[in-house]
């Protein structure tokens, strides 16, 4: 039987008094505070179509098409808000809410604009937070942010 362990990328950055649980991992380029408490809670989301950022991002490539370096691109503009999406995602996770998605990502095939306008809907009648409202509606550009937990913006691979 295989021991649970951590892993933590090389980039990334752990402050003392951050409890990391068994079975997680720390992305590249992230920074976990002092007290931050990151475990098996977030394992149990499986990758797919249960997320908010499918939607808010389907047009991921578009986005880093003609850029210079698309992974610094990615984690300056999608990489921050697809985390906050995530993690909000966790909070509210229901049957009903990934029925929701699910309708809303069929409804994306035939018109983004409305499934964006109806995601908006659904995440202000969830208390998502202002500038979760503002990104989904993806009305403005998007401008380069710090990754979650970190205070500077990602400007080179090291």
Request: one cysteine or more.
């Amino acid at each position: 039987m295989k021991k649970a362990s951590k892993h933590i990328h090389p980039t990334a950055i752990v402050d003392d008094g951050a409890q990391i649980g068994l079975s997680t991992k720390i992305w590249h380029w992230t920074h976990i505070c002092s007290g931050a408490k990151i475990g098996k809670r977030l394992l149990k989301v499986k990758p797919g179509i249960t997320d908010f950022s499918s939607i808010v991002f389907s047009d991921e490539s578009e986005i880093l098409k003609d850029v210079y370096d698309p992974d610094i691109t990615y984690n300056q503009l999608i990489r921050p808000w697809k985390s906050k999406l995530g993690l909000f995602y966790i909070q509210k996770q229901s049957l009903q809410v990934d029925v929701i998605i699910i309708s809303l990502t069929f409804i994306s095939i035939f018109s983004r604009r409305i499934s964006l306008q109806l995601l908006h809907k659904t995440l202000k009648k969830l208390n998502a937070p202002r500038d979760l409202l503002k990104l989904v509606l993806r009305q403005e550009e998007l401008k380069p942010m710090p990754p979650p937990g970190a205070n500077e913006i990602v400007r080179t691979r090291t």
